[in-house]
């Protein structure tokens, strides 16, 4: 099975930290994930990437930056935290343009 | 991008009960998974489904591409399986787009 794994499932940092979200998956997938999800407003997009070094902007990617330095490591940066990023992150992976996601089990941020 | 539209919106089982859970897509996809997230938050893939019909345990699942919709059953239900149902799918593009779920609680 495809195992995907968030470095943290609980965070709290303070406003204007910067925060990294790392994600690892070890079935050599092309594609990898970051989405958040709030209540009301489900799933979005923030980033995704299609290979190494590449990245792609999803719905709301503003105060989000990524890096994708080695195909099995996704990284999502906050660059200066905020409250409105509180929030639960999940990461995934999936290959190919039709293949199946697998999910992390997520990380749970609140910027204080 | 593409709409899903899931129905009904919450649902409450006594235990032992047999329900179906629907998902609507608005264009032709080349993946749509059923999802169940846990009180923990983790999303677990339950079918990998763009056509046909699936089976796992007293989970299944059928999708009609043709006519944009899917079926999720549950039979027997237990109180295991309360939590938030999701469809998502997936056309010509690399996003997976969500449906806002399905609640299910599951009393004994």
């Known amino acids: 099975d495809v195992k995907v794994t968030q470095s943290s499932r609980y965070l709290v940092k303070r406003t204007g930290e910067k925060v990294f979200l790392e994600c690892v998956q070890d079935m050599d997938h092309e594609n990898m994930f970051w989405y958040r999800q709030d209540p009301g407003l489900g799933l979005r997009l923030i980033y995704f990437?299609?290979?190494?070094?590449?990245?792609e902007k999803g719905d709301i990617p503003e105060g989000y930056s990524v890096s994708r330095e080695k195909k099995e490591r996704f990284s999502l940066i906050l660059e200066s935290a905020s409250t409105n990023q509180t929030s639960m992150y999940l990461c995934?992976?999936?290959?190919?343009?039709?293949?199946?996601?697998?999910f992390g089990s997520g990380t749970r941020l609140t910027v204080v | 991008g593409i709409q899903v539209e899931q129905s009904p919106p919450d649902l409450i089982l006594q235990e032992g009960a047999n329900s179906t859970l629907r998902c609507n897509f608005s264009d032709s996809v080349n993946n749509l998974q059923w999802f169940h997230q846990n009180p923990w938050g983790q999303l677990i893939n339950l079918f990998y489904i763009p056509s046909g019909t699936k089976q796992n345990g007293r989970l299944s699942a059928t999708t009609v591409a043709t006519e944009r919709y899917s079926l999720l059953y549950i039979s027997s239900s237990q109180t295991t399986d309360s939590g938030v149902y999701f469809c998502a799918v997936r056309s010509n593009d690399y996003k997976l787009s969500f449906g806002a779920g399905t609640t299910v609680t599951v009393r004994a």
């Open positions: 995934a992976s999936s290959a190919g343009v039709s293949g199946g996601y697998t």
């Open positions: 990437s299609y290979d190494v070094k590449m990245k």
